[in-house]
């Protein structure tokens, strides 16, 4: 069987230049010193929100988590969760954003470990704007991060979380992003059509190809 995923839009999600990048951090109230974990999604149990709020509750003291999404209930179950206490205001949970990719571009890391998904989206949409993924190998995610190179596959644990996180944010931002872009590059909105019109070449001739007979004699 032949299974196509999501495509992205490379010119909507793209690096942001050094400009954007400072306004976002600026709009977060973060400095040019501290990181910045990504979450964006709104069923925060399924996604694993709590896991990473104990993850980044773990990290330095230099380690912001910003939250997009969720409902109101959902956001203040998060506020109320011991570590999202314990990180203060090192927690910045936004809610809906129509357009978030100005919180991408303030990031340093991205982060969905989820129980399961299918085609998520928002990883190619991470990855495109030059993020780093760290992630639950489920769907296509283990199709689109390679460890140490556009992230890092990592298990629904807090520790793993953290573990994955502290690599990625170790590492060579400028490596990671460059790579992490030219991920999403092979996944846009082109190369999907591209696949389908492969796979719908490949159906046409193989209707058109002829049968054996039905009695599993020879034709003469």
């Known amino acids: 069987s032949v299974v196509i995923g999501n495509g992205v839009d490379p010119e909507r999600f793209r690096p942001p230049t ?6 976002a951090r600026a709009q977060l109230g973060v400095g040019p010193d501290e990181q910045v974990v990504l979450f964006v999604g709104h069923e925060f149990g399924r996604k694993g929100l709590p896991q990473l709020v104990e993850a ?3 990290l330095s003291e230099t380690t912001h988590l910003v939250v997009v999404g969720g ?8 506020a109320r969760h011991p ?10 949970l936004l809610g809906p954003v129509p357009d978030p990719r100005w919180v ?52 629904r644990a807090p520790e793993s979380i953290r573990a994955g996180v502290a690599h990625v944010l170790a590492g060579d931002r400028a490596f990671l992003g460059a790579a992490a ?21 490949e159906l ?13 004699g020879v034709a003469g």
Do not use: C, K, M
Not at 18 to 23: F, I, N, T, V
Not at 106 to 124: I, K, Q, R, T
Not at 181 to 201: F, I, N
Not at 204 to 216: E, I, K, L, N, V
């Open 18 to 23: 050094d400009a954007q990048r400072y306004a």
């Open 56 to 58: 980044v509750s773990a």
């Open 71 to 78: 409902t109101p209930d959902l956001v203040a179950d998060i």
């Open 83 to 92: 570590a999202g206490r314990a990180l203060g205001e090192r927690l910045h």
């Open 104 to 155: 991408l571009h303030g990031a340093d890391v991205f982060v969905l470990a989820s129980a399961y998904e299918a085609y998520p989206l928002v990883v190619l949409e991470a990855l495109a704007t030059g993020l780093p993924v760290v992630a639950t190998p489920v769907g296509s995610v283990p199709d689109l991060i390679i460890n140490g190179h556009n992230g890092q596959l990592v298990e």
């Open 181 to 201: 872009r030219a991920t999403a590059l092979e996944h846009t909105w082109t190369a999907v059509a591209g696949h389908y019109l492969v796979l719908l070449r």
């Open 204 to 216: 046409a001739q193989s209707s058109t190809r002829p049968h054996g007979r039905a009695d599993g």
